[in-house]
């Protein structure tokens, strides 16, 4: 399809999220008593439109909690993984169901495209449906620091200078998570919570550790050089709250692996939530449908 027809296509498809938030989700929203509420929320990493997805999980987080703003902070839909083969169960559709459906009910949306949603980067400035794509945003925390706000992938030296290479480690990401699945079906299987296998490695394979600690302190010197207080990222699936050289560097992680958020309560403490111990915390029956 010509690149000009399959803009068209996009830009329709966004004029009708307003309409696909009156339609009924698979899953409908869970009636809890008491939502948390914070005043803002970052989740990035979300890759719908893969299996490694874990989208019931994300679903049973947006049921439980509310906020002032939220920020989709890129790759939220897997487009290098949706053009070699289509993939789109129901659970998916509930989730952007329940973030169009939070932008109507006055949540303020704020979607800044990763690399891999990088087809939504063309429409940034523009608001559909509630929520408005930006490139790069600026927010101030209620005890007054101003921090930044990107996917992250401008500071991957690997997505940037050798895009063949990011494919090809996609490609071998994609492997793992084939295996994080069956390890947790067996885990499922026996009432264990569930466990990233890929976390695991990653936090033991020294090269891993190494690229992931360069990669904050380049994201956190180049915010410090922009003059803000601190930056808020995704991008490498590693939650993060530390200091680097006088910058709050913050990372909300994903919901491919850890199943994070990052969390600013309303007095401007901030704090990632490990949804995964959250369920865990809960009774044994509840464990495996949500994981199921």
Request: aromatic residues 10%.
């Amino acid at each position: 399809m010509p690149t000009t027809v399959k803009t068209i296509a996009t830009i329709g498809e966004l004029a009708d999220f307003t309409d696909f938030t009156n339609s009924r989700p698979n899953q409908p929203e869970r009636v809890v008593t008491e939502r948390r509420r914070y005043r803002t929320i970052w989740i990035s990493d979300i890759h719908l439109g893969t299996r490694g997805c874990n989208a019931d999980m994300l679903i049973d987080f947006l049921d439980h909690v509310d906020s002032e703003t939220m920020y989709l902070v890129g790759d939220i839909i897997d487009g290098w993984r949706l053009k070699k083969k289509f993939y789109w169960p129901a659970a998916h559709n509930d989730v952007v169901w329940r973030l169009l459906k939070r932008a109507r009910r006055g949540t303020r949306m704020i979607y800044i495209p990763g690399n891999h949603d990088e087809v939504f980067r063309q429409f940034s400035g523009l608001d559909f449906g509630g929520i408005a794509i930006r490139r790069k945003a600026i927010h101030e925390t209620a005890d007054g620091r101003r921090l930044l706000v990107l996917h992250g992938d401008e500071f991957d030296a690997i997505t940037l200078a050798h895009r063949w290479l990011a494919h090809v480690g996609d490609t071998a990401y994609t492997a793992l998570m084939v295996l994080n699945r069956w390890v947790n079906a067996f885990r499922r299987r026996f009432g264990m919570p569930y466990w990233s296998l890929s976390k695991h490695a990653k936090a033991r394979v020294k090269n891993a550790v190494a690229f992931i600690s360069h990669f904050e302190e380049v994201v956190a010197h180049a915010a410090g050089a922009r003059g803000v207080d601190g930056v808020v990222c995704g991008h490498i699936h590693t939650a993060e709250i530390r200091e680097i050289a006088g910058v709050n560097y913050y990372n909300d992680g994903d919901w491919v692996e850890g199943c994070t958020a990052l969390v600013e309560h309303f007095d401007g403490r901030m704090e990632v939530l490990h949804w995964a111990d959250e369920i865990a915390a809960r009774a044994p029956d509840t464990i495996v449908a949500l994981a199921a």
